[in-house]
Structure formats: C-alpha cells, structure tokens
C-alpha cells in the first residue's frame, strides 16, 4: 500500500465462456455500476449444477438493505424481484441475453484480499444457493422442475399460446428458447406479427432474436410501457392472482399508488391507470365517457377476458365507476369497483384545482418537483423514485406538519394545467347514472364536513347492488400514503380477495351448480 | 430508410439453371465456393457418433431442444459441419470452434480468416455452404399449410407483393422470394430485422443503397430447386460465378470420405 500502486494488473477469470459464448465479466459489471443504485459489482460464473453455469452478479448498492445473513464472512441479501426486473430492462439494452446474470445478490461490502483488492475468489466461494428465499424462487423461475406449475401472467399465457401454435409445440416453458423449439426466422415473422395483431402495434422484429424467451419477450414488450400504453402503467406485471387497476385521482398521475402497491399481496398484478395527456401529447377527450372507454381499451387489451378489479382514486372514482358500467353494459365481468373516499356529490368535482394540485406537489415534495414531472414521463423509475422520495418525506415533511413554506413550482409543471381542466369540465359534466353493481368504498375514518350522506357518500342511489363500506385510517389526503399505507393496502387486498372468490364461486356455481357449497 | 445515401451497390437475383450434383468423392475441400447438401434422416444411425465430435456446450445446446427433430437436426447439422470444416483447415472435427461475428453470424475460428460457411435447414434438409468469401444460404420446404398471408406485408414491397399475387403458384413464389431475402441477410451477416421489404428479391438487378450492407461490394443471389418441394438461395460475391455451381449431396459417406 505504500506506493499506492495497487492496479489490478488484469485478470485471468474476466472471460468465461458459456455455452459457447465469450463472456466478458468485466463488461457485464461495468454495465452493472452504470445502473443508478448500484455502487460497485463482482459478477462470478458459477456451474450451479453439472453443465449448467450461471452468472451471479454480486451488487453493493446504496439502496436501504437488510443484510440478515451472512455467508463465507460476506453479508448478502435477496434483491427484490422488482428491483431485478428493472434493472433487467436496464441491462437488456447494454448487454446481450447470454451475457445477462442470472441471479442478483446484494452484498454489504466486498471482501478484501490482503492488498486490498477486491476477494473474488472469497465472493465465488459463497454457496449462494443457500442465499434466503428469493434466491429459491428464481432457481425454479429459471429451471422449473414441474412445467404445468409456472405461474403465467396474462400476457405470458398470450405469448405463450402464439408461440405454440406457430412452432407446433405444446406445453412450452417460458423460459424455453425459441431456437430450441424449432423456431427460425420464418417463424419469428410469423410469431411477430401475430403479436402485433394482438397488440394492435408492431414489435421489432429483432427484440425476438434478443429476447427469445416467452418470458423475456414479455418483459421487454411490457417494460417498455413507454410504446405499448399509453395510460396502463404496469407497477407490477407478475402474480397469480387477476390483477387490479388503480385509477388515477385528481394529480392524474399514478405514483401516488406505490405506497400501497409495496403492501399488496405478492401475487397480486398491479396496473395503474394514468391520465390522457401524460405520456403522449394528446388532449384528454371531453367526457367521462369518452375517457372511460379510451381507459378501457388498453385495460382488454392487455387482460381481454377479465374479470375486472378497478378502484378509483378520489376524483378517479367517477372514472372507474363509468368504466364498470361499460365493462357490465358489454357482458364483460366486473369483479370488483372500488371508491377511495370520493362522494357522488357534483359539487366535490371541483377537488381538481391547480391551488390544490399545486399544494399537495408543495408539501410533498419540496425539492424534487422537476424530478416529480420527469417520473410523471418515465413511469419505470418511479419505483425507484418513490423508493427514495418516501424516504425523504417521512423523514423531512412529516416533521414539518403545521409549518407553512413556500416553494416556487417548476415551469415543468405546467403542461398538466390543461390537461387537469379537461379533466375538471369532464367530470363536471358527468350525469351518473345508475350502475347494476356493487360498488366498495374505503372511506376515510375523518369525514370531510360537507358530506350529507355521511355512510355511503351518495352512493346508495347508484350501485343497484349496494354500497360496502370499509372504514380506513386518515382523512382523504394521506390515507394511502404512510403512515395509512400499509394499513389500507392491506384493507385494499382483503376486499379484492372477497371479491374474486365471489366472483369464482358465482361462475363456477352458474357452471357446475354442485360445487362450491361451502363456500 | 435514408434515401438520401448515394453510395449504392449491384444486387443480382436469379435462378441459376447451372447447379450440378456432384458426387462428395470429387470434393477437394479446397473449393473457393462449395454447396453440401444432406437429408437429417439419412443420419440417423450416426448421431452417436456424431454427438462425440460436439464440445461441452453443443452437447448443452442440443440438451436443450424440446423436439426430438430438432435436437438431432442440431447433431447433424454441427457435426457434419466440424468435419466438413475440418477438411478444409485439415484438422480434426472436434477441434473447430466458432465465434460469434457482429450480429452473431458464426465463425469459425482459425488463422485463415477467409473461411466463411453458411448452414440453413428446413424439414429434412440441411445446406452447408461454403466458401472464401463472406456467403448466404437458405432452403424451405415449400409447405402448402403454413399461412404466409398472414405475413406478406411485413416481408415484401408491393412489386414483390403483385409478383406473389400473380404467380401461378403463390406459396412457390412465396419462398423463391423469402430465401433470396434470407440469403442475402445471412450473408451481409446483418440478419433479419425490420428492413425486409427493403431487401431485394425478384430476378433482376437491384441497385442498393450502401445503408443495408456496410460495404459496398456486389451481391449475386441465385435459386435453386431440391427435389420436388425444396427452394434455396445461395447469396455470394459474384467474383465466385466462375461456372456452374456443385451442390455436394452426401449421406454418412461424408464420415468416411
């Protein structure tokens, strides 16, 4: 250490070949440390079985980390499999698929060797199998032992039932590579463009050969929501459970439901619904209608048969409430329609206000408007966002409760004025009509004073089926943000759950009326 | 496309009415320009031995096919090459290995960097070409069944569409086209992506701007027909056209030669 001069003096273990590819270490960790939360990374080639190598990318980062275990000395921890996705998306564009790792492990500090390099051999010596959970499930997610046992998304399913009927193959795995089921590039054309008869819009031809798997091609043509939705936001795509559409409130944009969507069910698919006018430049239609249906296209189009969670935010409950009804009046199923504390009261329409949008980005966000309006643009950091962001205003805003301050709003801000009038005239000129539903309203423990039918907000004249009141903590400004969060999440996920079993022991009892009894 | 490019170069399509079948005893393996062809069913009492010529990773990868079909087609295919391969670097079968070029186009790694080899197959057959010169090759069977309608839009320009339309045999002109398309990207090594409709295909000579492949050197792409239902299309320098094109056809004997 004296002279300081402690290079590394090249390696012998940066190139590997797998498969008959060259992999390059050193340029998978570089692409690596270029992800934002990632501080430094050793990537090892590990044959996790006979013949069978993986690339383990070893991450020290500065995102908050539980490190619970420690293994071989070195403190590790599962990365979450919503930080992996992202990082995948990430790394699917510096790094071709066979040089992409196959697990992600955090680590608290590298170990050193006795002149301070970086250990590689201690951090191969690591039995990460024995790394917790999360680990386990993405050995199974990559070697499924038992086929019929992966649990599909709906799209996955979609891709998978196209990739079938082209190549002739049944009971394909996700994971199966499309060369290695006979594909070639007559039949990639073919693959595509029934995609993109699917989707109603064309894919790169190309993204099948970078991404050849039923799953990795569904993460890339869903990770790259940017061109596929205009107002879905897939939070979070994976799960066995039928997934749940949170539409947006009065700030129009869907951030707001990260809170609670780290708090549902892991199984549990979440899609936020954004406003017209956010990703695209586009002006909002001029009724609820109108919206509505825009809304709904993109919801059948990415879950065609249902059934239908949808939960409105504040104001966005008018819209989800006109949504169910067209969902019902085409014969579709609505599972479920959920009112976040929104009262039917025209009056109340007028919650949109720019003083009010204006307050509520104030006493948020203090510092981090600009940053806000490019999340509102780019959807898939806002995880990553929110992460940091929630972490800033439980410890700085909370605090300051009570203190008036005054921070100028960014210039950025300004193209959701309009946007937010449109939004403000529809709602105004919405004549409710009934719906032949149920409808749920969580409704927050601290009523608003203006409110004449206290119990159900109005709603008992509308929701033919009747009106369920879930009593949540909080007034209609912090109850799903913490500390309310967690507490209504959970609320939130029970209400589904009852719904969707209603909903199964309805069908199946109109299918096969022996079943079910005791439910 | 950016037409605003002046740099074009020659792409010539046509049936080449020159292509001989030649016995595998008359190949000299030392040809600037060589065509083999072979019917996987032909192998099926050999693929052990074959397998013994593949390395550790092939063996993964041909672990690792869903079909049956698909996996001894692999066996076939990689084995067959590495002993034509080499013959030509007059080394044995199991010491060739390959690289992945730009775009992944496969090589073959060796001192002699103007080796170049092509495979394609469809249903039973397998094309090995090879030569001095970067080549192309692609066969189909010519399958009534498979729905090509459904992707004619996205393949060809509408002069190559209203050729389909008025052939008297539309899945035919279907593939004549597809392969010289395919050729042609197998060759430039860039490979199929959305520039498909750009790339020429009906007999003729197209000039090309410089955009869809680096260089500017001529391309010659010539079709061919095996037996009854089979379309292929080799794409190559046309400095190789030096007279007719031999097509090696070759059972097990190839292990022998």
Redesign the interface.
Known sequence: MKNGDILCLGRTDNQV??????IEIGEIESSLNNLKDVVNSVVIAKEIKQ??IRLIAYVKSDNEIEFSQELNSVHVSEVPSLIVQSWKNDLNRRL?EYMMPSYFVYVKDFPLTATGKTDRRKISEIDFKQIDRQIETQVSIVRPQNRESENLNNFQKQLKEIWEETLE?SE?SIH??FF???G???T???I???I?NHLGEKI???SL?SHPTIFSLADFINGDGSSKWKYLVPIKTTGTKPPVYLIHGAGLEVLVFNDIAMYLDEEQPIYGIQAMGLQQDELPENTVEAIAAKYLKEVIKQNPDGPYSLVGFSAGSILAYEMARQLEMSGKNVSMLGNIDYPVESSKFKLATKEKLARLIKESIPRQVHAFTMMIKHPKQALEFQRRFLKLRVNGILSRVGIEQEYPIEEGLEHIYPLMDRYESALNAYEIKPYNGKLDLFKAKIILNYVKDKKTLGWRNYALKGVNIINVEGDHDNLIIPPNSKSFAKKLQSVIDKNITQYNTHYESNTNKNTQSTM | MNLTLTKTHKVQCSWMSDVRLVDIQACKFKEELAVFCLQVSDFEQNLTHLKKLLNESEVLKSDNFVMEKDRKRFIVTRGVLKIILGKFLNKNPEDIEFYFEQHLKPRVKTQHSNLHFNVTHSADRIIIAISSKPIGVDIEHVDEEFGFDQILDVTFSDNELDYIQNSNNKSEAFYLLWTRKEAFLKATGKGIDDDLQQIPALTGIHELVSEISDSETPWFVGSFGIGNSYIASLSFSPELLKGPINLYSTGPEILMV
Request: proline share 7%; glycine share 6%; aromatic share 6%.
């Open positions: 070949k797998i498969r008959g590819f060259r013949d069978d071709p193959v394909l199966d590579n290695e089921c006979g070639h590039s007559l990639a054309i073919s595509m463009k029934k993109e790169p031809l190309a050969f």
